[in-house]
Structures are given as C-alpha cells and as structure tokens.
C-alpha cells in the first residue's frame, strides 16, 4: 500500500496545495506591508533623531559658554558708558 496523498486523490491534493500557497501569499504580502509600515517609522525616527543631535549640540556648547562664565568680570563701576 501506498500512502501517497499525491497519488490517492490527485484533485484533492493539488487543491489543498493550492490553499496553502494562497495563505503563504497572503502571509509574505502581510509581511511585506509590515515591512513598508516599520522603514517608514524608521525613516521618520532618523530625522527626528537628527534635529535632537543638532539641538543638543547647541545646547552642550551654551551650557560650555556657561560654565567657562565671562571673559573678564568687572564692576559697575568699571564699566565705561556706552557714549564713549
């Protein structure tokens, strides 16, 4: 005896293959979409990533200027008014 589903019912067999490729279609289609949805999400996340690269790298040379405080301090006193 041979149990070869093949040979037994070749019509029935050549039927449930084809539902199977259906469901592996609709499954790599699925998967394709995911796919499109997650780079788009990762293409809008760079550049969102890149404008908070470039604010922090202003705000960390501020908070360096900050830190360094002024050049020279000097009294009120000292200062000369902005006529001469």
């Known amino acids: 005896m041979n149990n070869d589903p093949a040979k037994k019912e070749p019509a029935e067999f050549e039927k449930r293959l084809a539902q199977r490729v259906d ?40 908070v360096g200027v900050l830190r360094e405080g002024p050049a020279e301090v000097r009294s009120p006193e000292e200062e000369k008014p902005p006529h001469y």
Do not use: C, F, G
């Not at 699925?30 to 780079?39: C, F, P």
């Open 23 to 62: 469901a592996l279609e609709m499954v790599v289609t699925h998967l394709e979409r995911t796919i499109q949805d997650l780079d788009e999400t990762i293409r809008a996340q760079n550049k969102q990533l890149d404008v908070y690269e470039r604010k922090l790298a202003m705000l960390t040379l501020d």
